[in-house]
């Protein structure tokens, strides 16, 4: 009995999981009531640029996932909020910025630098949900910009979860391991002291770029 339900779990699994299906994504943290530091510095955070190309970022068993550009929009709002409230910084939104933009965003926000990012991959795996968990990556570039637009730290992340979700809706259950592979990728950039260093001082700040 127990091998007829076990192999009835797995065709329902390939029925249920077969086609396409795009993450549900959530807005991510609530960055309308930022924390005020007296004292601390400035620091604008441009738009989370997406450098994937494509939103496909692969299968779960037969199942084509795609996450959409609005993963932008959460990590966005992930990464105002961990600098806010772990590096301690005061956070100015600067919208979509490029390199010349910089100078006149960083003179218009009174902003002591700016961090600008862009995803460069979002990776989803298993062959199928059952018997093997879903493997999610993302991968992120970071970069602290002076006054001037000039990069004084670089570095690239990388946020890994994964979890097994049995029969769940994959639409909805991916959007949440993306979610958990972000709140991953967060970690390792607040981990990062050198990266604290660049935010947090205003001169004399050894980057990262000093070593290469």
């Given at each position: 009995?127990?091998?007829?339900?076990?192999?009835?779990?797995?065709?329902?699994?390939?029925?249920?999981?077969?086609?396409?299906?795009?993450?549900?994504?959530?807005?991510?943290?609530?960055?309308?009531?930022?924390?005020?530091?007296?004292?601390?510095?400035?620091?604008?955070?441009?738009?989370?640029?997406?450098?994937?190309?494509?939103?496909?970022?692969?299968?779960?068993?037969?199942?084509?996932?795609?996450?959409?550009?609005?993963?932008?929009?959460?990590?966005?709002?992930?990464?105002?909020?961990e600098l806010n409230s772990?590096?301690?910084?005061?956070?100015?939104?600067?919208?979509?910025?490029?390199?010349?933009?910089?100078?006149?965003?960083?003179?218009?926000?009174?902003?002591?630098?700016?961090?600008?990012?862009?995803?460069?991959?979002?990776?989803i795996s298993s062959f199928?949900?059952?018997?093997?968990?879903?493997?999610?990556?993302?991968?992120?570039?970071?970069?602290?910009?002076?006054?001037?637009?000039?990069?004084?730290?670089?570095?690239?992340?990388?946020?890994?979860?994964e979890e097994r979700i049995?029969?769940?809706?994959?639409?909805?259950?991916?959007?949440?391991?993306?979610?958990?592979?972000?709140?991953?990728?967060?970690?390792?950039?607040?981990?990062?002291?050198?990266?604290?260093?660049?935010?947090?001082?205003?001169?004399?700040?050894?980057?990262?770029?000093?070593?290469?």
């Amino acid at each position: 009995m127990k091998k007829i339900n076990f192999i009835g779990a797995i065709l329902a699994s390939s029925l249920i999981l077969s086609g396409c299906a795009t993450a549900r994504l959530s807005q991510g943290p609530d960055i309308q009531s930022l924390k005020s530091h007296a004292g601390a510095a400035q620091v604008a955070v441009a738009m989370v640029e997406d450098g994937r190309g494509a939103t496909h970022a692969g299968s779960i068993g037969a199942t084509s996932i795609d996450v959409p550009t609005s993963v932008t929009d959460m990590v966005y709002h992930y990464l105002i909020a961990e600098l806010n409230s772990n590096f301690g910084l005061n956070i100015k939104e600067a919208g979509k910025l490029s390199q010349e933009d910089v100078a006149q965003a960083v003179s218009s926000s009174g902003a002591d630098k700016v961090v600008v990012s862009k995803i460069n991959s979002i990776k989803i795996s298993s062959f199928d949900a059952i018997m093997q968990p879903v493997q999610t990556q993302i991968q992120l570039d970071l970069s602290v910009l002076d006054r001037r637009g000039q990069a004084i730290y670089k570095h690239s992340y990388l946020g890994e979860y994964e979890e097994r979700i049995g029969l769940s809706m994959v639409d909805s259950k991916t959007g949440q391991l993306v979610e958990s592979s972000v709140q991953q990728l967060m970690k390792e950039i607040t981990n990062d002291a050198d990266l604290k260093q660049a935010l947090v001082q205003s001169k004399g700040v050894k980057s990262f770029l000093d070593c290469m």
